[in-house]
C-alpha cells in the first residue's frame, strides 16, 4: 500500500492505522527485541515517516499520541536520525506531502527497499541448498 493510498483513506482507517503503528514501536523497543518484523512498515524509518505524514495528515490531533512522541520514537529506532539533516528531512518530507495532499488532493509514491541481506539460515533456505546448516536437515518440499 502506498502512502497516497493510505492517505487517501478515512481518518477512522487512518487513527487506526496510527495506533496500530504507535505499538509496534512500543513492542519493538521492548518484546520485540528491535526485529524490523514486528514494524507495520518492516522499516524504522519508514515507520517514523508514515506516522509523520498520518499525524499531520489528522485535522484533529490524535490525544493518545503528540508529536514529541514520535519524533521519540525516532530518535530511540533511528539511531542516524541524530545526525543534523536526517531528522530534517522526513519532518520536511511529511510536511511537503501534506501541502501536496491539500493543494492536489493525492499523492503518489513508489517506497523501494532492497531486499535484505540476512546471514545463516536464509543462505540454505534460498533453495540452492541441500540441507539446513544448522539443523542438517533437508528442507522440506511439502510446505
Not at 23 to 36: H, K, P, Q, T, V
Not at 39 to 44: K, M
Not at 58 to 75: A, C, G, N, V
Not at 128 to 141: D, I
Amino acid at each position: 500500500m502506498t502512502i497516497s493510498e493510505i492517505l487517501g483513506k478515512n481518518a477512522c482507517f487512518r487513527y487506526q492505522l496510527h495506533s496500530r503503528m504507535k505499538s509496534d514501536c512500543e513492542y519493538y523497543l521492548s518484546y520485540g527485541n528491535r526485529l524490523r518484523k514486528y514494524l507495520w512498515a518492516d522499516d524504522e524509518e519508514e515507520q517514523i515517516a508514515l506516522m509523520k505524514a498520518l499525524w499531520h495528515s489528522f485535522s484533529e490531533k490524535p490525544e493518545w499520541i503528540t508529536w514529541d512522541e514520535i519524533l521519540e520514537y525516532e530518535r530511540r529506532m533511528c539511531p542516524n536520525s541524530e545526525e543534523p539533516n536526517a531528522a530534517s528531512f522526513s519532518d520536511t518530507l511529511a510536511r511537503t506531502l501534506e501541502a501536496v495532499l491539500e493543494e492536489q488532493g493525492e499523492v503518489s509514491i513508489l517506497l523501494y527497499r532492497p531486499p535484505r541481506k540476512k546471514a545463516g539460515v536464509d543462505a540454505a533456505l534460498d533453495g540452492n541448498a541441500s540441507v539446513c546448516p544448522k539443523c542438517g536437515q533437508e528442507p522440506r518440499q511439502d510446505l
